[in-house]
Every structure is written in C-alpha cells, then in structure tokens.
C-alpha cells in the first residue's frame, strides 16, 4: 500500500510530521505568504 501511495511522489516518500511543522512555522514568520497555498506534499502528483 505504501509503494502505490508514493509512486506519485516525486521523492518517493510521504512527508514527515516534522516537515509538515517546519513548513507552517515558516510561513507563520514570513507574513509576505499571507494567503498563499503551500504545498507540503513533497511534489505529489494530483490525479
């Protein structure tokens, strides 16, 4: 199940909690991001 979930990932990996954590702190300090859509999917193909 997991290698059909991470065929569509670019890294071939599902992304941590930690990164997920990172990726919000980052946007939390950098208000010039207000409102965008970041993607913490490490480049997963959406069908």
Do not use: C
């Amino acid at each position: 199940m997991y290698q059909q979930i991470t065929a569509g990932i670019a890294h071939k990996r599902l992304a941590q909690p930690e990164e997920i954590a990172d990726t919000i702190w980052f946007a939390s300090q950098n208000p010039v991001i207000n409102g965008a859509n970041i993607d913490a999917n490490l480049g997963q193909i959406e069908a």
